[in-house]
């Protein structure tokens, strides 16, 4: 078991720009998430999916945009890159929404947005 | 809205000492309670964790109890190693089903073990 797996690991890029952050989990849980984790604070949500096709808002989703056609996958996009955006960003998962439930994480993408 | 308060870091500590990370949060209902350990260059991973009133999480040594009179999930260990340096995140899913998705996260506790 591989876990959760995010790519690239480490990101530059300039203002405007687009990329795509990947994620994917062998665990076949059905909850999938996206953090970002700015210097000195915890980590905030950006967007969850709760299985393949269906996907919601978290606390900060303005500036990206998510899609989870598979239960395996659940990419993050940054389509206008700004400073703002410059961050460790995780992808976790989980098997439900329970709530004793683990959220497995991976280990991070770090992006610099100049 | 739920929040979570931890001690401010960083911490340092001799090896074989005494630690104490404070954690304190506001929910309504009954959320249960995490802690999490980031190791440098890693991504987060539980530690430990309980799901109702006066519950005591233990793993690897550390434990915390869940005290609702207090809303406290104070993290312990009764004597660190230098392996124990890492980044500790207290954490908390609400019991709402309106909010049973989030993990609401401290800002972190940087704990330097020093040799």
């Known amino acids: 078991n591989a876990g959760v797996t995010q790519t690239p690991k480490f990101r530059i890029l300039k203002i405007g720009q687009s990329m795509t952050l990947q994620c994917t989990q062998d665990?076949?849980?059905?909850?999938m998430y996206w953090y970002r984790q700015d210097p000195g604070m915890g980590l905030k949500l950006i967007y969850y999916?709760?299985?393949?096709?269906?996907?919601d808002k978290g606390e900060v989703p303005n500036g990206y945009n998510v899609s989870r056609s598979t239960t395996e996958d659940f990419p993050l996009r940054l389509e206008l890159a700004a400073p703002s955006q410059t961050s460790v960003y995780f992808c976790a998962s989980s098997y439900s929404r329970g709530r004793g439930d683990e959220q497995f994480f991976g280990p991070g993408t770090r992006l610099t947005v100049l | 809205g739920n929040s979570v308060t931890q001690m401010e870091g960083p911490v340092t500590l001799s090896e074989e000492a005494f630690l104490t990370i404070n954690c304190t949060y506001t929910?309504?209902?009954?959320?249960?309670l995490f802690w999490y350990v980031q190791y440098p260059g890693e991504g987060l991973q539980l530690l430990l964790k309980?799901?109702?009133?006066?519950d005591k999480g233990s793993n690897k040594g550390f434990e915390a109890t869940y005290r609702k009179e207090t809303t406290s999930f104070h993290l312990e260990k009764g004597s660190v190693q230098v392996s124990d340096s890492a980044v500790y995140f207290c954490?908390?899913?609400?019991?709402?089903?309106?909010?049973?998705?989030?993990?609401?996260f401290g800002k972190g506790t940087k704990l330097t073990v020093n040799p």
């Open positions: 999916s709760v299985g393949a096709g269906i996907t």
């Open positions: 665990m076949n849980h059905n909850y």
């Open positions: 954490a908390l899913r609400s019991s709402g089903q309106g909010g049973s998705e989030k993990l609401v």
């Open positions: 309980a799901t109702k009133a006066d």
């Open positions: 929910a309504t209902g009954y959320p249960s």
